[in-house]
């Protein structure tokens, strides 16, 4: 199907949704805090339940609190296209990260029917739990559980700065029912496309209304715990030297090389922590730990990188006649958006008369793990400055209504699809 069809989005009405979801907040404006379970957070999920039972949507929570709004379709057994991104939001962030996403999502939806459409298939926006890692650690949870990325086990292992169990904190916000049933099978959604800020200068910088995500970038991180042998500063002389700290030194160098290499422009490294035991001036360093953050959209790239990275960490421990052990945090897959929406999204911007460029995120979303269940796709706009996770992030309104225009026509394109 060629010429999409276009929607038009009332961009004040769609600003208004943000500012009023941004009144739910912990943190004066115009900060943005909504932590996972908070009181605020269970208050802006209701304002936002309200806004889509007046739309007319059908509402399902799941044992985690992961939110689907459905507009049902014309054949309510097919596999539904759905959408959407989070609600909630670091300590000192913006009004837009992540609730573009949902309240862009609602937007689509009432643009669809208010044009009269039914689609063939169900569209569903879904607000999804934590996918920031404020409160637990750990990103994504919602969307880890929904596609079997993560095992109920490990959320239930779980705590908070606090000390309070996953399933405890879950509990008192009232969400109930086993974490097994948040999982979703391959084949449950037919697509998933979500819309969100770039978080980057890109689109700005190069004056394009709309991006088109091709691939997402996923990361590894590893903790290194570098152990050598301290000693007096003065006395120890330095041929009989094994100074963890020298050693960290010459790894950290290493890993931006190894990044700086690799023959990928989308391979970035970056060691974030360093912690040099018994860290005293006329002390000699006997241990070091240093956290790494590796990331790249093609997997193999990555995972030659981290090969390269591996090898010189042998040899310089070697050399100087330390030890370093290796522990692996988390190792995502990076996900490659799917051929067919990306081809939706651009042919949407085109009907819509909006310039599109294709992109990869380097931040990862909800998407990663949906792409693990259902074809994906992501739609981008801009970030003014590039700015993200600050109290000055800012996309104008005509901008999130672009996106949201463009996600109704992507939508309505791919739930119109054949197949199962
Ligand atoms: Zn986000």
Same mark, same amino acid.
Do not use: N, Q, Y
């Given at each position: 199907m060629s010429g999409a069809r276009t929607f038009a989005i009332d961009a004040t009405r769609l600003d208004g949704w943000l500012r009023e979801l941004a009144r739910f907040s912990d943190a004066p404006a115009p900060a943005v805090e909504r932590v996972l379970y908070t009181p605020t957070d269970l208050a802006g999920r209701a304002f936002v339940r309200g806004l889509a039972e007046s739309l007319g949507l059908a509402v399902r929570v799941d044992a985690v609190g992961n939110t689907f709004f459905r507009l049902e379709?014309? !054949?309510?057994a097919l596999a539904a296209v759905a959408t959407g991104s989070h609600l909630d939001a670091i300590p000192n962030a913006g009004r837009f990260d992540g609730t573009v996403g949902v309240l862009g999502g609602l937007a689509a939806l009432e643009a669809i029917r208010g044009a009269g459409i039914t689609p063939r298939r169900a569209i569903e926006v879904i607000a999804f739990t934590s996918e920031e890692p404020t409160r637990f650690g750990l990103g994504c949870v919602g969307s880890r559980l929904m596609s079997g990325a993560i095992a109920p086990e490990a959320v239930r292992a779980l705590r908070d700065a606090a000390g309070r169990p996953f399933e405890e904190v879950r509990a008192d916000a009232g969400f109930v029912g086993?974490?097994? !049933?948040?999982r979703l099978p391959e084949g449950h959604y037919h697509a998933f496309v979500e819309l969100h800020v770039e978080q980057g200068p890109v689109l700005e910088r190069e004056g394009v209304a709309i991006g088109v995500v091709t691939a997402i970038a996923a990361p590894a991180s590893y903790v290194l715990e570098i152990e050598g042998e301290g000693g007096h500063a003065g006395a120890v002389l330095m041929p009989d030297r094994k100074d963890a700290l020298c050693a960290a030194a010459e790894i950290i160098l290493a890993v931006e090389d190894a990044a700086r290499t %690799?023959? %990928?422009?989308d391979t970035v490294a970056t060691v974030g922590v360093c912690r040099v035991f018994p860290g005293a001036i006329n002390g000699i360093a006997a241990r070091v730990h240093l956290e790494l953050d590796l990331r790249d959209t093609s997997l193999a790239a990555r995972e030659e990188a981290f090969a390269v990275m591996a090898a010189a960490i042998e040899r310089i421990a070697a050399a100087r006649r330390v030890r370093v052990s290796r522990r692996t945090i988390n190792e995502d897959p990076p996900a490659q958006a799917d051929a067919a929406i990306v081809a939706a999204v651009e042919a949407s911007a085109a009907a819509h008369g909006l310039t599109s460029r294709r992109m990869p995120s380097r931040a990862y979303h909800d998407a990663l793990f949906m792409a693990r269940i259902a074809p994906m796709g992501m739609v981008f706009v801009p970030s003014a400055r590039g700015v993200s996770h600050r109290p000055d992030e800012y996309t104008a309104p005509e901008d999130v209504a672009r996106g949201a225009a463009v996600l109704a026509g992507t939508l309505l394109k791919l739930a119109e699809d054949g197949d199962g």
């Open positions: 379709g014309r !054949e309510p086993a974490l097994e !049933e948040v %690799s023959g %990928s422009d």
